[in-house]
């Protein structure tokens, strides 16, 4: 008989499983989501928290965060919460996009955006942009 708290029960449906694979490779989401998703999908192979802590150089502690927080919110539990503070004037969409044209285009008659060029072609500031 194992000794220590019962961990939630973790299952992950197909489609959960596609979205959170999108998630692990993206080199355009936030570090600390694509980190989550890796740790989701590390719970689903492995029960024990330690093993996947081990694998991921991680703490126990935050794998057993990450573990409940997808059991109890699914794919939700996964984004930050809400913190208190002023609201955020760029949604995550536009960050992405204004990542994936850095990464992905050239300008014309240069060899790489720079602050200026980048923020009139996405319409962005370019104090956001930096």
Known sequence: MRAGRQKPQLTISDMER???S???RSRSMPAAL?????IVLACECEANNQAVAANLNLSPYTVGKWRSRFVADRLQGLYDEV????PRTVKDEA??????????SKPEAATHWGVRSMADETGL??????
Do not use: N, P
């Open 22 to 24: 999108v998630i692990a």
């Open 18 to 20: 596609a979205q959170l």
């Open 95 to 104: 960050v992405v996009t204004l990542i994936s044209k850095t990464l992905a």
């Open 125 to 130: 500031s370019k104090r956001t942009v930096h």
């Open 34 to 38: 694509v980190l989550r998703a890796k």
């Open 83 to 86: 913190r208190s503070g002023r």
